[in-house]
């Protein structure tokens, strides 16, 4: 899932490429990607490319007219510039990964694509960015919040760090794997309770989750989209690492799996060498 450092720099290349262009059109071949009907996809076309902007893990396309392209990218969305496309035919509806393709006036664009066959990739074309119902409610930036900030969010939500962590609603921008990362930087448990870090815990997380987003972004700043994931794995630690060793202590990564995800910790730096129970497990003893 592209979480804020990819986000990032995947506005900040649209930034470099598509700002100045002018929009020809928008074409929506996954009807239920396009959350909005007003206005309408042929609203964008003829309008500038202003800016390209993040919120969480929300990108945002500024066109001039105040109008906004909002994209959540989901688990499996991803953005792919195309220099050219092979066909001027507009995309046909329920055909292939490519849910929206935006086309502008030098002929490239970009495709907004969604794997699989959980498509949960959300667009929607609004006048004010802050009317999208998960930018609404987005917590400070996990980048910009202050430390006294940070301390103050994490405590509001009592629960498991690692999910106060990834909600959107205390911190916006860090998701799965960025969430495994900080906690392995920070030497903190995915389990260890928010209520009961204490304020020096606090501050190594909050410099953690500085240190590992900003180190992302910086390593992904001027990469073109398509490689940004190979970059997204080279600098991952523990997350999606289970069975290989930790490169800080040596010990293996391990895994915790759920239903429907799972987490990736080091016993070594993060557990005092003790493997974690699964999640029911660890709920009963808690
Ligand atoms: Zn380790």
């Not at 991803?78 to 050219?84: A, I, P, S, V």
Request: aromatic fraction near 4%; charge should be positive; charged fraction near 25%.
């Amino acid at each position: 899932m592209p979480e804020l450092p990819e986000v990032e720099a995947l506005a900040g290349y649209l930034r470099q490429r598509a700002v100045g262009r002018r929009v020809d059109r928008l074409e929506v071949a996954a009807i239920s990607a396009l959350k909005t009907y007003d206005p309408p996809p042929g609203a964008v076309a003829g309008k500038t490319v202003c800016d390209a902007r993040r919120h969480g893990k929300f990108l945002d396309v500024l066109l001039d007219d105040d109008l906004h392209l909002v994209v959540h990218l989901a688990r499996a969305g991803w953005l792919h510039y195309r220099e050219g496309f092979p066909s001027a035919a507009p995309l046909r509806p329920g055909k292939g990964p490519v849910a929206l393709r935006v086309r502008l006036d030098d002929g490239s664009g970009f495709d907004l694509t969604e794997a699989g066959t959980q498509k949960s990739l959300a667009a929607y074309l609004v006048a004010d960015p802050t009317t999208v119902p998960g930018v609404a409610r987005l917590g400070p930036d996990a980048l910009a919040v202050d430390q006294a900030g940070f301390a103050e969010r994490l405590r509001s939500r009592r629960g498991q760090v690692k999910g106060v962590l990834t909600d959107q609603q205390v911190l916006a921008g860090v998701g799965n794997a960025y969430s495994d990362e900080i906690l392995h930087a920070a030497k903190l448990s995915p389990f260890a309770l928010t209520d009961r870090l204490t304020d020096e815990q606090l501050a190594t997380l909050h410099a953690a989750t500085r240190r590992v987003l900003g180190d992302a972004v910086e390593r992904s700043l001027g990469q073109r989209a398509a490689e940004l994931k190979a970059e997204k794995r080279s600098g991952l630690r523990v997350h999606a690492r289970a069975g290989l060793p930790c490169p800080v202590c040596g010990d293996t990564v391990r895994e915790v799996s759920f239903s429907d995800s799972s987490l990736q910790y080091c016993p070594g730096c993060q557990t005092g060498g003790k493997p974690l129970a699964d999640r029911r497990l660890s709920r009963l003893v808690r």
